[in-house]
């Protein structure tokens, strides 16, 4: 059996998080298996939680620090984790974010924080992190900093591939979501280096359905990927799984609908689901066009008799 990696707790809280976790396993005298299955997760969650490369959730940190007896101590540890405004396994990322020279993003769940509204994203602060509190307000302004990147003199290219889902899903209810896709349309309006394209339901399987995929490039350093979810991130810097990811998001592009198509069923989802109610429907309007005609038609035919 390979010896365990070791671990630099004084590296970042996340792998302070880790190799408390680990000393806690070892003196209890599990292995990552045995611990794993009392949870139950995979031993290679474990692994991943004490090389600080990943965040448990709260359901997940408060079993073990009671199979541990570490009487709230990873508890409180983790909440520190959790609430710093960049996480650990994020900051790399984000530093070679705002170095890059394009950036093309797959998103399957949520808007993409580059192009989110500060409504849209309180709401999704507050349900990913419920123990957010004071520290919401430092969240939102670390989220919304990182937007100065696209109106920069040297800004990147912004390749956006949004699946249909993320259109769908109701994220703090009509209003936020009405102003959340009217941004989207705007910006990338606006905006000539940024591209946005949908992926619809119809399309089926496509190459990135565990998540979502963002792919760096760069004029003077190799391409980086970087998978996330909502607790997590993994920075792929390997050369041959770079360019893996690079072709999956090719596939995802010749899937998705054109610009033009996608900010039409963007419009469209907007009048369908999040319609301001005080004002006029698409139909409404079109048959107050139609009536209109007709009475300015028979008025026609009346002045010419």
Same mark, same amino acid.
């Given at each position: ?46 692994? $991943? ?31 520190? *984790? ?83 889902? *993320?259109? $769908? ?99 469209? *989802? ?16 079109? $048959?107050l066009a139609q009536v209109q005609l007709q009475q300015h038609t028979r008025r026609g035919l009346r002045r010419g008799r």
């Amino acid at each position: 059996m390979p010896a365990p990696k070791e671990l630099d707790p004084t590296r970042s809280l996340s792998a302070l998080f880790g190799a408390k976790l680990r000393k806690l396993r070892v003196n209890a005298g599990l292995t990552q298996k045995k611990l794993g299955q009392k949870i139950p997760i995979a031993h290679s969650m474990i692994a $991943r939680f004490e090389l600080g490369t990943e965040t448990p959730t709260q359901q997940v940190v408060e079993k073990l620090d009671r199979l541990l007896g570490a009487d709230g101590e990873l508890v409180d540890l983790w909440m520190h *984790v959790v609430r710093t405004p960049i996480p650990d396994w994020a900051r790399k990322y984000v530093r070679l974010e705002a170095d890059s020279h394009k950036i093309q993003k797959y998103v399957s769940h949520t808007v993409p924080g580059m192009l989110q509204t500060p409504a849209y994203v309180r709401e999704l602060l507050t349900v990913a992190v419920p123990t957010v509190g004071d520290q919401l307000e430092d969240m939102l302004t670390a989220r919304l900093a990182r937007q100065k990147l696209l109106y920069r003199e040297d800004a990147p290219v912004l390749w956006v591939v949004l699946d249909e889902a *993320v259109l $769908r899903r109701s994220i703090g209810g009509p209003a936020v979501m009405r102003e959340q896709l009217g941004h989207l349309l705007s910006v990338s309006e606006a905006l000539a280096k940024v591209t946005l394209q949908v992926l619809p339901y119809d399309r089926g399987a496509h190459p990135v359905l565990g998540g979502s995929l963002t792919v760096l490039s760069f004029l003077d350093r190799p391409g980086v990927a970087y998978l996330e979810n909502s607790h997590s991130g993994e920075l792929v810097e390997h050369a041959g799984r770079v360019s893996e990811y690079d072709l999956a998001f090719d596939h995802l592009l010749a899937q998705a609908l054109s610009p033009e198509a996608s900010a039409r069923l963007i419009r469209t *989802v907007m009048e369908e689901s999040y319609r301001d109610p005080r004002l006029p429907s698409r139909a409404q309007r079109r $048959r107050l066009a139609q009536v209109q005609l007709q009475q300015h038609t028979r008025r026609g035919l009346r002045r010419g008799r």
